[in-house]
């Protein structure tokens, strides 16, 4: 038995107790659930999208919890004080959550103006003409992008340096999951897409006298809209680059444009196909760049690939942590 404790506020939160401790138990077994769930990567996209708003249920219920548990005497400590906060702001983030108004300051509506299918590369290039305003993006950003309000939005790499005067954003998507895959037979010009962003941080700044950049795949939509950026630059940076684009397969005409792209931006390229070049490793970037020691790495590409050139470069000496910047490529 305890002792009845004093003051109206501490015989509440005691008359509260049993409540807490059971909903906490079972909020947390059930966040505990959604997170595995969100991590397994054979779930869809759109069902782990919805779990968003469960989690933010479950997190208000363990705030509850923690309120109702904490011994009254930590509020007025500097321990109490950390918590506080910590759970306002965690409350404030499950209410965004909630009302569904997490991005809102980022988001700007459009419609797709252009529509172009690249079969050998199995990637649809699609560009939405935006009717809002777009506060600008730098090249290597991305940008959640919305169709169909039941598949969710999904994050994309903009392909596509910002044009104030053009008004529109470019994305580059292969075929490489379930939504995906439809894109090209669900989507028609004229369709409305909600933009929400830009986010990100890859976004090619530094100060390094070379810059080295490797893309794998799909990997090469940053680069691309880098290289716009850097042809439309009055002053260039002065910036010696390389891009290795390691692909399996590529049609003619993009082929060209790449090309084409690359020598108006002032880019050294060397274009690698898979069967007949193999896997490009670090060695063979540092036989092609002299500068290698003196330049930042920018790769984008299967996480496979980029862990085994980071570590091929560290055991050179290379200081991977500063200067080997690596796209996630993926959100889970």
Known sequence: PRVAPDGWIAQAFSALRGTAEGVGEWAFYAAALLIVLALL???PYRQVFKTHRILAVS??????????????????????????VLLAGGTWSAIVVLLRRAGLARRVEGTIAEMRYHPEMRALETRVALRGVWPGHKAGQFAFALADGAEGAHPFTIASAWDPAAGALTFLVKELGDHTRTLRNSLHLGDPVRIEGPYGCFTFADDRPHQIWVAGGIGITPFLARLEELAAMRERPRQG???????AAIDAEA??????????AGVRLHL???ARDGRLDAQQIMEAVPQWPEASVWFCGPAGFGDALRRDFGETGFPTVRRFHQELFAMR
């Open 41 to 43: 990567k054979w779930l």
């Open 59 to 84: 997190y208000l219920v363990l705030v509850f919890h923690a309120v109702v548990l904490t011994n009254l005497g930590y509020w007025t400590t500097p321990v109490g004080a950390v918590l506080a």
């Open 272 to 274: 690698r196909f898979d």
């Open 241 to 247: 680059v390389d891009l290795f684009y390691c692909t």
């Open 255 to 264: 082929r060209d444009r790449l090309v084409a792209m690359a020598e108006a």
